[in-house]
């Protein structure tokens, strides 16, 4: 048999070809590095998927949506327990059935694809991560309103009252599941961890950035991000308003499938689709800033013969991150069209509102001095509101 050779221009060949594909993969990652680095710099919004991993399994999954240029951010709750057509599965199932800890790519795009927007990076942080995590920033800060006990497992215990949290008692936090909690209150708890650990990471940005810590903190978790890349992010959480979070979730009906208890989000997806669009364009609207910044207070009244409607409504205005502090039925049943009254006496934030449910019918109020008025806007839904939007 011949022996195996190489000539000189079978050589050189395999060089070039070295060449190119080494220059194709740093200009893969230097695209990806610069592609951040140009969202944290100038005017475009940052999406991270922030997944709080326990037992192989997302115990939190919170989109943070971030504009470096103005320091604004929100994050909207993705609960494991979102049910969906997984046609990879060909089945019905929770979206976390996704969820490989090695490979996280087609939970997150099932995610990007649930909320209708880009999702392309995430942040991972397992219990052994997270509690590194706090222990390098030196704690969390919480409050919690009544004392937290289970035997678990894994076992909880938590007083109550505003507390600086060490890494092993964040992880507990995480991991708590009440087994008669209101709905609503475990989205919430999820939030104000994600909440309080973006406050830390923005006071402590400075000092993260140092030679000596930042390799721990990027050992802690898992990313897709590069190494400059997760070092700009963390530099640029600095800007962040953690106190002023948009926080909001997706909401919807449970329903027994297969054993299994899945939410079904509100309308097939297009209520959190709308909400996701709505937070955008608030992020990035420069202008009224006494907008943005408050969280506004609705009432709503139904206006209709229709059972629960208002109730229905809440539901949605509080999707998108409003405090609805009322909810009764308005002083006739036969209003044929729904309007807003604004007693915020704003405009804009008037139209935010009216916007929610597609109302073209804006009317002044009473003001800031209606001492009758028991929140900002007021809600009467009448026969033209179907349960979703106002017909045009």
Known sequence: MKPFSLDRSSILLFVIIAFVAGALIFLGISLRSDEVDEAVKV?????????????????????????????????????????????SLNRVDRIDALYDPRRPKAYV????????????????????GLAGTVDLLEGLELFIAQPIESSGPPPVRLPSGALVVDGDKAVQFASYRGEEEA???????????????????????????????????????????STDALRRFAQELGRLDADRLVQQRITGVYREVDGKRLLFPHYDGEL????????????????GADVADKIFTVEILNGTPSKGLAKRTAEIFQSFGYDV????????????????LDRFANAEAAGNVADVIRCRNVSPGGGQGDAAAVADFTVILGNDFNGRYCAN
Do not use: C, H, M
């Open 43 to 87: 005017d475009r919004i940052l999406n991270v998927l922030v997944i709080v991993e326990l037992e192989g399994k997302p115990a939190a999954a919170e989109l943070f949506l971030f504009y470096p240029s103005t320091g604004k951010g929100a994050i909207l709750d993705v609960p494991a327990e979102t049910g969906l057509i997984i046609k």
């Open 109 to 128: 795009e099932e995610v990007a694809r649930v909320l209708s927007a880009a999702v392309p990076y995430y942040l991972i942080l397992d219990a052994k």
């Open 325 to 340: 502090v009322s909810v009764g039925n308005a002083d006739r049943e036969d209003y044929a069209s729904t309007v807003v």
């Open 183 to 225: 709905e609503g209150e475990a989205p919430a708890r999820r939030q104000k961890l994600t909440q309080a650990l973006f406050r830390r990471l923005g006071q402590k940005a400075s000092w993260l950035a140092e030679p000596t810590v930042f390799p721990v903190f990027q050992r802690a978790l898992r990313t897709n991000l």
């Open 272 to 287: 959190v689709r709308d909400i996701v669009k709505q937070t955008l364009n608030a992020l990035s609207n420069s202008g």
